[in-house]
């Protein structure tokens, strides 16, 4: 079999992942696993954050989502890494990448969603979260100096068609239902007179 050609030609070396991952291991089933739960509470979340979101400020929400993931992760940190003396912050670098990863990456992130939720449907938020592997991969091969692939690419598009395709599609649904919603009013308009 042919290796997938490469786009770009990186003139440092990729960095040496097998030094870290044994593919032979359990690691990678345990790790398969992990993305499939990760996958399917993820779905599961946004689609009870639509009801949710009719009884719910998408502020208030957020805040709630992060206390109980910050108590959650807290309660598993300390059985995973019981020394406390790891978990001190000490430089300026760590604080902001910490302060940068709680209020951006999780506060802002989750409330964005939930706002897109309430406003438009869980369809609309879960068709950009394909994205971020297109954004993952242009950044990896930018800043860690992987090698992009013709597959990558191929990838990419399909990834952003598909998204381009359901979103289209939904725009018509809509379109659709309000057009079927006004000849109701009017429906009803004209039998009232």
């Given at each position: 079999m042919l290796p997938c050609?490469?786009?770009?030609?990186?003139?440092?070396?990729?960095?040496?992942?097998?030094?870290?991952?044994?593919p032979t291991g359990y690691?990678?089933?345990?790790?398969?696993?992990?993305?499939?739960?990760?996958?399917?509470?993820?779905?599961?979340w946004l689609i009870l954050?639509?009801?949710?979101?009719?009884?719910?400020d998408p502020l208030a929400q957020t805040v709630w989502f992060c206390l109980l993931s910050s108590v959650q992760s807290a309660t598993i940190v300390f059985f995973v890494e019981p020394n406390m003396s790891a978990w001190i912050i000490t430089s300026v670098t760590q604080l902001?990448?910490?302060?940068?990863?709680?209020?951006?990456a999780s506060g802002v992130c989750f409330y964005l969603?939930?706002?897109?939720?309430?406003?438009r449907g869980p369809v609309y938020c879960a068709m950009f979260s394909p994205l971020s592997t297109v954004i993952t991969i242009i950044?990896?091969?930018?800043?860690?100096?992987?090698?992009?692939?013709?597959?990558?690419?191929?990838?990419?598009?399909?990834i952003i068609g598909g998204l381009y395709v359901v979103l289209w599609g939904k725009t018509e649904d809509l379109k659709d239902a309000k057009e079927d919603y006004d000849g109701y009013?009017?429906?009803?308009?004209?039998?009232?007179?």
């Amino acid at each position: 079999m042919l290796p997938c050609p490469r786009i770009l030609n990186s003139t440092q070396n990729p960095l040496n992942w097998d030094k870290y991952f044994d593919p032979t291991g359990y690691k990678w089933i345990l790790g398969a696993l992990c993305q499939l739960g990760s996958a399917s509470t993820y779905s599961l979340w946004l689609i009870l954050q639509a009801p949710l979101c009719a009884y719910v400020d998408p502020l208030a929400q957020t805040v709630w989502f992060c206390l109980l993931s910050s108590v959650q992760s807290a309660t598993i940190v300390f059985f995973v890494e019981p020394n406390m003396s790891a978990w001190i912050i000490t430089s300026v670098t760590q604080l902001s990448a910490c302060l940068f990863a709680g209020i951006f990456a999780s506060g802002v992130c989750f409330y964005l969603q939930s706002w897109c939720i309430s406003v438009r449907g869980p369809v609309y938020c879960a068709m950009f979260s394909p994205l971020s592997t297109v954004i993952t991969i242009i950044l990896a091969s930018v800043t860690l100096h992987e090698e992009l692939h013709l597959g990558s690419l191929i990838g990419a598009v399909a990834i952003i068609g598909g998204l381009y395709v359901v979103l289209w599609g939904k725009t018509e649904d809509l379109k659709d239902a309000k057009e079927d919603y006004d000849g109701y009013i009017q429906c009803q308009t004209s039998a009232s007179s």
